[in-house]
Nanobody, 121 residues
Framework: QLQASGGGLVQAGGSLRLSCAAS??????YAWFRQTPGNEREFVAY????????YHADSVKGRFTTSRDNAKNTVYLQMSSLKPEDTAVYYC??????????????????WGRGTLVTVSS
């Protein structure tokens, strides 16, 4: 039901935009997480579909923004000023409601397949 895309290879300082398209339904909340080998998925960003409110992890605040396109039933993660430490597999997640703890991976019921972002130095 969730399809993430847009990953790729980019040089440090560059930009990428990830997309997460939902098929079959609209969810109330979406989030982006990322994961590097040997580590748990780390919260990156959140967006409320209906109100549009967003929240970003401190590590990406000011560099990443999250938005949505109602007509396309898609959320986006615009990543700018990318750093090598942003290299990870990025996952989108969704929920039918607003999770009490949006930064916790277990709070999200629906997940898309990851998309790899590689930032070279």
């Amino acid at each position: 039901q969730l399809q993430a895309s847009g990953g790729g290879l980019v040089q440090a300082g560059g930009s990428l935009r990830l997309s997460c398209a939902a098929s079959g339904r609209t969810f109330s909340s979406y989030a982006w997480f990322r994961q590097t080998p040997g580590n748990e998925r780390e919260f990156v960003a959140y967006i409320n579909w209906y109100g549009g409110s967003t929240y970003h992890a401190d590590s990406v605040k000011g560099r990443f923004t999250t938005s949505r396109d109602n007509a396309k039933n898609t959320v986006y993660l615009q990543m700018s000023s990318l750093k090598p430490e942003d290299t990870a597999v990025y996952y989108c997640a969704a929920s039918s409601f607003v999770p009490a703890q949006i930064v916790v991976m277990g709070a999200w019921a629906y997940w898309g397949r990851g998309t790899l972002v590689t930032v070279s130095s």
